[in-house]
């Protein structure tokens, strides 16, 4: 069957276009494309993932190099019939990007969709409550990875250090993608270990000093390209940086005193996948109007995200617009793919370039991230596994790199780099985590009392009743103090903390794998349980109000409302 | 708080726009463009939507009207700081359409999403069961209107009965939208009278024969486009009917016979969310096959709809791709309401020819499925009933007219009477209908056994469980030989039907309400009771599995997998 899957995905994505041939006009002709593109995207997506996950690599990139496969300088540029510029070829040629303007706007709409949620599960409280070590961790990681990566642009490309196309370098390499960290520390059982809690917390403060530190680039970057390539006065540029700082920290603070304000506006719609929409919704219109002052859209997505992320409505939004992230994401991931041009690779400089990148990827995370967590409590060990975990770069490089090429600060060349080096980076960084963990012993100076995790399954009988259950538990921990951290949205992997008590949740399908150490094992357990428990007890309340012979007095021509008590049960 | 509320959607549409400015490159400028387009339009339908409710209005037109506002005939093309053109004016002002390429590709994807899941909810064991008075209604009803259609483009635009111009007006004649009839039906508790089942049924002749209709006049309109605007032999328009007609028996039949191939196909890939998103996918490139093929788009997705409305994972994809379609949805109507060139209702020609048409939309329903109707038992008064509730048109007529207008066939003025007459079809049809019902008296020959029906309200403690228990319920009555048909998926009504056993259902948040008469209300009760109590017994076995204290020994470094034989319970 598995095969039978793979072939019929591969037999309908060869032949179904094949039979097509052209007609209508220009505007017919391209809503047609979009509509065989995407169509075509989420199958490819879905193969690649697949594939992906045979080879046991990141679903990431197996979806990034599906994008590359199809895309218009591979299969997507060979003609067919009714597509002579090929099903992903552009149609017109003088364009800057090579996919069509339509299919960009989906990829740029999935781009606020993954900073927004980016934003929604960053837990402030987490940050502050937490920082020492995840501070000096994430700091050391963002500083040497962005002054590497502007190095790096100045001796490969020249130019100086405030060379637009230099300080894209810098924070290209700067974002870490926790998610593929989060799921080996996951399969390894070691979420809720030093190192799995210290990397949560540094991900955190690289998140946001990622984001800002995007916003200072992107003042100075299009400070400089007006002002010509070469130089401009530092004065300047401290003005301008001071500027994009501002209105980051600006919206931020506003956002934040806002925040219960707008969750009750957003509430005031009552239901839960409409105000969810309507989350979005704001999210969009603040991003375009970061960009409309001169910094990234995904800026605006992350801080409207970051606002709503301490109210009560974050996680039913992450919730509400799962299926819209699931629908738009991998389309990002395979257009990120398809503005690759593969013959670029034919170029040594490209290639050995990519590679000096991707190496200089490497060790300054390890360094910048494993010399800080010395300083931390941990021992060589421990900074080898947390310097390890924060190599994987992913989506906030690729953005970064789709703004650079598409606003023509970066050549098709240097795109290339960044794609290898967020591909190279994502596909060692597992093999590199995997190993130092397996090198046994404790990570920390002071042995700590915990060994390994444990894992327990929970099967329950459908993908809702799971959804059910994991939702009125991540509330009731919640509501009883716990930190309930999403560190990776597609495979559903979370991490609960509360002071010394810590251990994580995955969710996939009806399956709820749950791990923890012995001392916090009786914890999870009785979660489960009492969600389990108070579900039951919601359900057997209801059966009693419900049954037929009891209620049958009640009905009327009229309504015959029902005990509304229950409703604040859960 | 609802005041304020209404206050600050419109604080948000008015500021934010004014506060920004220009910047940066013309491809990022058009994907800014697009991302505040969609944000500021989801706020609007939404402000637009909750003032139709107030005004007790279908909220459709709320939608629609909320697209005409801000569109770029009226505020949007106003000139704001940073949008010369104004908010949706064109950037490109020689495009055929007046809303931008990225903006119309979401739209587009809409109307596919509109269709496919129109095509879902259509139960073809239903239309051949219920066939002889449905049947005859719902043929009566198409073959008038269409006629009524053309006949008006002939009187008013000239040309023959076979040009393309008129031929639209015969199919945006054609198509009743029936959610509006069904939400009043549920508003009047008549969805399981006589009247309502026939309605029901009549709309799934309505729609396939609507479909049929719409494949053979673009085949023709095609044609005749191409060999000029004046004549085309009879036999050639044949010939092409029958292929236009042979592709759709075609692909309906292929799609039927490996509906369950496709299925299985699909649910290899596990999870639902996923493999929903993939049969998305599948109807969005068969739709663009459909498109190159010389058919519409909304054929192919519909179709495709149709062939998996037969297996088991129909419900699954209709309840996971919800939160896209209500996300896409409305940006569709929003963008058929910013088609509307406002001017044009300043020609005689547009608005009498618009309100003439509506008149003759209006009659030949009324006429065309009153007149049948009255030869399948029932009375003068049960005639109008059905025929008033199959007055509205939606949806399909939107996205006909938005083929037209973008294709080159429609004019600015005929574009505008098409709108006018969905808009004042949709408006006129709730009163003529709630007029017809309020008529006492039963509308068959032989008057019927049940009265009106009653109403239940079922409360639930929250969204989810509210949708678990419906979900449980339906897949409950559907295994024990009922139909369950979605009649209106954006307020969740469904009718349930087995033999002379009818019932509806309509899910609003946490509130289940439920109608049937006196006869049929036990095993209403009961079918709720059994959803319920199911789910009591499965959360109260989790429960005994899933408790610490028994389950402690089980616990192992590796995993403990519970009992899965439940996974099959529900």
Redesign the interface.
Known sequence: ??R??LL?LVG?MVF?PA???????S??E???????Q??????AV?LGGILAQRLKIPTVLGELSAGIVIGPFALGGLALP?FPHGLFGSLAPA???PVS??L???A??AS?ILLFVSGLETDLRLFIKYSLAGGLVGLGGVILAFAGGDLFGVLVLGGGFMDPRNLFFGIMSTATSVGITARILSDRKKMDSPEGVTILAAAVFDDVLGIVVLAVVLGIA?ATSLGGSAGIAWSRVGVIAARAFGIWLGATVIGLVLSKRIAG?LK???????F???A??????????F????LA?IIGAYVMGLSLSKTDISHIIIE?????Y??FVPIFFAVMGMLVDVRQFASPVVLLGGLAFTALGIVTKLVGCGVPALFAGFNARGALRIGAGMIPRGEVALIIAG?GV???ILDPGSFGMAIMMTLLTTLIAPFGLTAALRVPGSGTRKPTSGG?S????????????A???T?TMTHQLQSEGFFVRTMDIENGIALVRKDEISFSMRL???RL?AQATDEN??IL??A??DA??T??Q???K??DD???SS??HE??????????A?????
């Open positions: 069957m598995k039978m899957q019929l309908i179904i039979l097509a041939f052209a007609s209508g006009s505007h017919a391209t809503q047609t494309a979009l509509v065989i995407v169509g075509i995207v989420l199958f879905k009714g364009m800057d990007i303007p339509e960009y706007g989906i740029t709409i606020i299009s506006f005031s719609f009552k239901h839960a996948s409409a969810s929409i309507l979005l919704g704001l999210a969009l219109v603040v991003s375009g109007f960009e409309k002052e001169g859209m509400k617009i799962h299926v819209l699931e629908f703004i598409s606003g023509g390994d444990r894992t327990i399954d929970f099967d329950f009988p459908s993908d809702d009743v959804i059910l259950v939702d996939e399908g009806i794998t094992l009786p357990q009785a489960v349980f389990v428990a579900l039951n919601s359900f057997g209801l059966k419900f049954d037929p209620i049958r009905v009327s021509h009229e309504t015959a409302p029902l005990d509304k229950e409703a604040k049960a859960i």
